[in-house]
């Protein structure tokens, strides 16, 4: 049925997605030919390819059919037509945001963050890096995805190994091992969900829609294939216990590397656990729901208390990332529409908030040459308006109403709550110590006097305001009125979860599957209620 | 003798040219290796680099001649040579055109590597010649004798080679060593090639497999499956598959790095070559017994490759046990090919192999090729790599390109040979050997790291020599790595060729 869908679009029309790729792939290499002695050649390069990028995702959105719950725009060429290896690209509610999100994430740090040496490598990285993820996203090619997925490790490992702080080869290396070793399991485990589904489908292929919607694979195969996939993104989101590697490169990555790896490279893991994992094997999925969920709800327990307990402002902020994907992945798999558009918003949410506050603690270290919280005391006094613009950030992380984290927890929670009920009520709890967490930072680093390393501390500059602005808007604008967003990300989330349902042996009561209710036929005002009700419950907490 | 072989349906007017021009390949290169030696004794000192150019021209040409055999056997079908002894088939053409390129490059390397130093002059690239003509009798013989004949040629020249550069210590210490386990498991083949000759009555390949075929199964079982141990300890030693590889760090590090380059490539297509001829095609009715070797060989490769490569802080010796890993990635595809061995339709084992096999062949010579420029005779120690980026950054670049294909990065030809091979395997179901070679590449890949952190974030040593690229290794390390890269973006042509790849008995 999606089959037919898929190819309805895009034949014959201008290639946007191919284009998102090349765009920044071509700027790569002109970044590279650029000579040595006109270094701003190289930085004007990359802020237009990687501007043109995010133009072009903007586009994308602006055409974007919000009705359409398959994939559009797709792009659908042979590529290795002997593997059964084809370029496949397509966009659908799911990738949506997080593709447009990529596309604006880029070009900010470019222009955010200069590197303290070496720019003309670094911001070919950085491209190099953009063409990774945006492929990773829009990939419904098997084959085509694990490259994009296993490539961003190249440019991200010289990214921190080259431009990070002081343990960064150890960092690098840890990085890059993780993660390469978790995609071992998912290359075995892709190749031969091709051949054991090309029983029913006639033929040996590599792409998603067919093996998802035709593969056939029986239950017990189904399910070791899909721990093979799950292992590989479970590194990368990550998930408790293979979460080790991501403090490291955390903290030792340059600030545009962690704004992007925050921003946008965690959400591979959890992107392809809702791609590729439920999508390919809903049963599979279903069965070992239990295990993911506790890991999850473990995660987010033990990341908001490792948070508290961390003296750096970055490991705090790369802690607190382990608690937010946490949630992403309760949504996940709690299998209600409303809880898998949650965890959908919140990876955009977690994106935007995370991204601000790696830029802001990169805009400390710049200042004072530390990220101890116990060297920073006062700032509020100093750098007002600096602290006012990590506060909103600080407090859309902790997911206060009116700002996008609360969306997003909200209905991962309300839709968690009706499967997953006691997972759900310990994931609460977490709510509340990511405000413990984070709240205390603030006061340890902005309240108070300021004593006489900190007196001086440079006031946000305006180029910097001009960077944070579009962070700010989209917090704010997301917290208020959400429905743009949830209006394009539920058909398809509505559809996964009934793919699902029909695949698999969860709850087939139609109150799981499709919970559009508030959302669907209500409009505005109705989110404010819904709102407005739950910061009471907060209140009374 | 020769009419035997004439297959009824050519037209046998036609024959004669078409049998001699199918030996063709190594025709030229015996001949070059002759022409090399004795006109270069004969005449007065050649101009710099002649040796070398003639030595990569009659490479390329017996390359060429190869491609136009491919073509002959895609119109007529393949059929053997000289009274059974020879295969002509695609798979011998493709083990021929591995050779070839890999004699290419490595005459490119070597050529500055050795100007200037009493070493230099023909007999090097003499001793290329004859030991691809060798390599390639392995790969495309069809009696078992006469593989041995292409083993021990292609051997001899190797020990000679090892052992090429007179005044070094480290390459005397490591032609001897190679020289006497070498022999040792010569002697273990020729004993294996007797036993099996006395269970089958024959050392043809085909003869063998009628033989076999009409033998009642058990009456001589026991001969020749100890004669397949014995081979396969001889090729196990060819292929530097542990626990066989002993020998092939302590080689490698001693012998000239071009040399190096050549056993590592030209020196692997031929020993798998000769792998698949014994085993796939010619004993497949006992693939149930040679099988499990094949598990337990690879596996063993696999993890001492990559465990023992990260312990190493001489390049050189990382490279030797990263290829005695990559062995075992070949092994894995041999693995898949027993599984079909004797077939009629064979499934992806074959052809992933000899996809793998000169992917490899490009990449570890331009892996080879740079330790060469950057280190030179020295010792090729981690140390003599850092701040290689600094310093040359192209020369990095190449060597990055190189690592990264060695450790299966997309968008490199490393990953589509590591592809090729893992899914020829799932292919057969074997799921524990894929996922524990794809383990141990991770292990390997920390390795590849390491270089690549010590030429890219690493302060060159203040008094670390200067590196300067020769023109001709520069051109052959630039060749191998837009390879590398060309064919990781788009390998469908190779993968097509290498699919249509059959064997003939």
């Known amino acids: 049925m999606i089959a037919a869908e898929a ?3 895009g034949a014959g029309a201008f290639p946007l ?36 990028t995010g133009a072009l995702t903007i586009y994308m959105l602006k055409e974007f059919d919000r009705g359409d719950a398959g994939f559009q725009m797709v792009s659908k060429h042979d590529w290795i037509e002997q593997w059964g290896i084809g370029w496949h690209l397509g966009v659908d509610g ?7 999100l990529t596309g604006i994430l880029f070009p900010l740090a470019i222009v955010g963050v200069t590197p303290h040496h070496d720019e003309k490598p670094y911001l070919a990285w950085l491209l190099m890096l953009e063409a990774g993820v945006m492929g990773s996203f829009l990939s419904l090619d098997l084959f085509l995805f694990f490259i994009f997925f296993e490539i961003v490790l190249v440019p991200m490992y010289f990214l921190i190994g080259g431009w990070g702080y002081e343990n960064r080869e150890y960092a690098a290396t840890k990085f890059y091992l993780y993660t390469f070793l978790g995609s071992a399991f998912m290359f075995v485990a892709l190749i031969a969900t091709a051949f054991i589904a090309s029983d029913s489908l006639g033929g040996v292929t590599f792409d998603l829609v067919e093996i998802a919607e035709g593969g056939n694979i029986a239950t017990t195969t189904a399910r070791w294939l899909f721990f093979g996939f799950a292992i590989a993104f479970a590194v990368k989101v990550p998930i408790f216990p293979l979460h080790t590697w991501l403090p490291d490169a955390h903290t030792q990555a340059p600030t545009a590397g962690s704004v992007v790896l925050a921003g946008v490279m965690l959400k591979l893991g959890t992107y392809g656990f809702l791609r590729f994992g439920l999508y390919l094997f809903p049963e599979a999925a279903v069965w070992s729901r239990s295990l993911w969920l506790t890991l999850a709800v473990i995660g987010i327990i033990y990341g908001a208390i490792a948070a508290t307990m961390q003296k750096d402002l970055k ?9 937010h994907l946490g949630f992403i992945v309760l949504g996940t798999f709690a299998f209600t529409s409303q809880a898998i558009t949650g965890s959908v918003i919140q990876m955009v949410n977690h994106g935007v908030s995370t991204g601000a506050l790696f830029l802001f603690v990169g805009w400390i270290y710049e200042r004072r040459k530390t990220r101890q919280i116990a060297e920073l005391n006062g700032l509020q006094k100093v750098a007002p308006i600096f602290a006012a613009g990590f506060m909103v950030v600080m407090l859309s992380s902790i997911g206060v109403p009116g700002l996008n984290g609360f969306i997003g927890e909200y209905l991962i929670l309300l ?11 310990v994931a609460t709890a977490g709510v509340i110590l990511a405000a413990l967490y984070l709240l205390w930072a603030y006061q340890r680093v902005f309240h108070g006097e300021p004593d006489e390393d900190n007196q001086s501390f440079p006031e946000l500059k305006l180029k910097e305001g001009l960077i944070l602005l579009p962070f700010l808007v989209a917090i704010v604008f997301t917290g208020v009125y959400p429905k743009p967003l949830l209006d394009r990300i539920e058909p398809s989330v509505d559809r996964l979860v009934a793919h699902v349902a029909a695949n698999s042996d969860v709850e087939t009561d139609p109150s799981y599957t499709t919970q559009r209710g508030e959302f669907d036929n209500g409009h505005g005002e109705e989110h404010e209620d819904d709102e407005e009700s739950h910061s009471e419950e907060e209140g009374e907490e | 003798m020769m009419l035997q072989q004439v297959d009824p349906t050519l037209d046998p007017n036609f024959e004669p040219e078409v049998l001699w021009f199918a030996l063709s390949p190594i025709l030229v290169l015996v001949g070059g290796a002759l022409f090399l030696l004795v006109v270069g004794a004969l005449t007065p000192k050649w101009p710099k ?8 021209t009659t490479a390329g040409t017996a390359g060429v001649l190869a491609i136009v055999n491919w073509d002959d ?14 295969a002509f088939d695609k798979f011998a053409m493709w083990a021929t055109i591995v050779i070839t390129v890999s004699v290419l490059l490595v005459s490119l390397l070597t050529d500055e590597f050795i100007r200037d130093t009493p070493n230099d002059g023909p007999e090097v690239y003499a001793l290329y010649l004859v030991a691809a003509a060798g390599g390639i009798v392995m790969a495309s013989a069809n009696d078992l004798i006469v593989l041995f004949l292409g083993l021990e040629t292609l051997s001899l ?8 550069n007179r005044r070094s210590d480290p390459s005397a210490e490591s032609g001897l060593k190679y020289f006497v386990l070498g022999g040792f498991a010569s002697a273990f083949f020729l004993y294996g090639i007797a036993l099996v000759y006395g269970g089958t009555g024959s050392t043809n390949i085909g003869e063998m497999v009628t033989a076999i075929g009409n033998t009642p199964a058990g009456d001589n079982d026991a001969l020749v499956l100890a004669g397949i141990a014995l081979l396969v300890v001889g090729l196990g030693f060819k292929v530097a598959a542990a626990p066989f590889h002993i020998w092939a760090p302590d080689v490698y590090q001693g012998a000239p790095s071009p040399v190096t380059a050549f056993m590592a490539s030209a020196g692997k297509a031929a020993a798998f070559g000769a792998v698949t001829r014994v085993l796939v095609s010619g004993l497949p009715s006992f693939r149930d017994d040679w099988q499990p070797i094949i598990v337990v060989l690879a596996v063993l490769s696999l993890v001492v490759g990559a465990v023992l490569s990260v312990v190493q802080t001489n390049v050189k010796r990382m490279l030797a046990y990263s290829s005695v890993s990559h062995a075992g990635f070949l092994l894995v595809g041999v693995e898949a090919a027993a599984h079909t061995a004797g077939d009629a339709t064979p499934g992806f084992g074959i052809s992933s192999v000899q996809l793998y096999s000169l992917l490899y062949a490009v990449l570890v010579i331009g892996s080879f090729g740079v330790v060469t420029v950057v280190a030179g005779t020295r010792d090729a120690s981690l140390a003599s790599f850092n701040g290689l980026a600094k310093r040359k950054p192209l020369l990095a670049v190449a060597f990055t390109i190189f690592l990264l294909a060695q450790a299966g990065v997309p968008f490199t030809s490393g990953f589509v040979a590591k592809f090729g091979v893992i899914r020829a395997g799932i292919n057969e179901e074997s799921y524990a050997l894929a996922i524990i070679a794809m383990v141990t590449a991770v292990i390997t890949a920390f390795v590849y790291l390491r270089i690549m952190l010590s030429m890219w974030l690493r302060d060159a040593d203040d008094e670390a020599p200067a590196v300067s690229v020769p023109f001709s290794a520069g051109v052959a390390i630039a060749i191998a790595a837009t390879f590398t890269l060309a064919a990781g973006l788009y390998p469908a042509p190779l993968i097509e060729l290498t699919e249509s790849i059959r064997l003939v008995r």
């Open chain 1, 415 to 425: 839709g968690s709550f009706q499967t997953a009920r006691w997972w759900t009520v």
């Open chain 2, 49 to 56: 680099g002649l040796s070398a150019f003639c030595s990569a």
């Open chain 1, 7 to 9: 190819t309805s679009v």
């Open chain 1, 315 to 323: 490991r705090l902020v790369a802690y607190s990332s382990v608690a």
């Open chain 1, 17 to 52: 997605l191919s284009a998102m790729i090349f765009v920044p792939m071509i700027g790569a290499t002109a970044v590279l030919l650029t000579t040595k002695s006109r270094p701003e050649f190289a930085k004007l390069i990359a802020l237009l390819s990687s501007g043109m």
């Open chain 1, 94 to 100: 799911i990738s949506l945001f997080l593709v447009v």
């Open chain 2, 73 to 86: 056997i895609s119109d007529r079908g393949p059929q053997t040579l000289v009274a059974g002894a020879l």
């Open chain 2, 157 to 164: 020249a190797l020990y000679v080679l090892a052992a090429s």
